[in-house]
Structure formats: structure tokens, C-alpha cells
Nanobody
């Protein structure tokens, strides 16, 4: 069992920055790829970014490429999402999720989810 707790969300003006954190419990953290997803009101949850278990490989949705950076600290069992140049369309609840395996690939399965943290970007 893995428990995930997100933090770092808030209200920011367009063009601003935020860093989200996801703290994970459990001894298998470094063996699991991790991802960030988001869900805006009235929309489906969408993939934002993922990182492999070692942190060596990262992946991004086209909509955030060049603005968001995912990273992880396996010693702290924490994954981060640094967000810069935020836009109003980035407003959403952001969720952290673990994958069943060490590597991310399209279609990889998530097994545990956090409860989310709200990010609101004002224009």
C-alpha cells in the first residue's frame, strides 16, 4: 500500500510559478514510476507528466512541455512538479499517482492516487 499526499497548490497570477510536492509512504517508492495528472472543472482527468523510478526519464504532455518540470527525491520519497509561466488554462486539481512499474510508457497503469491539490491561475 502506498499513500500519496500532495501539497503546494494555491492561487497565482498568470505568468507566476508554483511547485507541487507529493509525499509518498512505503518502501517501494524508488521502484515505481510517478506521475502528475490534473482535472479542470467539467473536464476529464488528463496526464501532465511522469518520471521513471530512478528519475532519469521524464515525460510531459504537449500543453506543459517547456513550462513544467517533474523531478523526484527518492531519499525523501517525494516527487515534485515545478510549474512556471502558468496560464489560466492550467487551473485544475492536480493529482499525484504511482505506476505499477518502474518505467513509464503510454498506457502504463496507475495503482495509487493522492487526493489532489487545487491550482488556480488568475488572468
Amino acid at each position: 500500500q502506498v499513500q500519496l499526499v500532495e501539497s503546494g497548490g494555491g492561487l497565482v497570477q498568470a505568468g507566476g510559478s508554483l511547485r507541487l510536492s507529493c509525499a509518498a509512504s512505503g518502501r517501494t517508492f524508488s521502484g515505481k514510476a510517478m506521475g502528475w495528472f490534473r482535472q479542470a472543472p467539467g473536464k476529464e482527468r488528463e496526464f501532465v507528466s511522469a518520471v521513471s523510478g530512478s528519475g532519469a526519464s521524464t515525460f510531459y504532455a504537449d500543453s506543459v512541455k517547456g513550462r513544467f518540470t517533474i523531478s523526484r527525491d527518492n531519499a525523501k520519497n517525494t516527487v515534485y512538479l515545478q510549474m512556471i509561466s502558468l496560464k489560466p488554462e492550467d487551473t485544475a486539481v492536480y493529482y499525484c499517482a504511482s505506476y505499477t512499474g518502474r518505467y513509464y510508457y503510454t498506457g502504463a497503469l496507475n495503482d495509487f492516487w493522492g487526493k489532489g491539490t487545487q491550482v488556480t491561475v488568475s488572468s
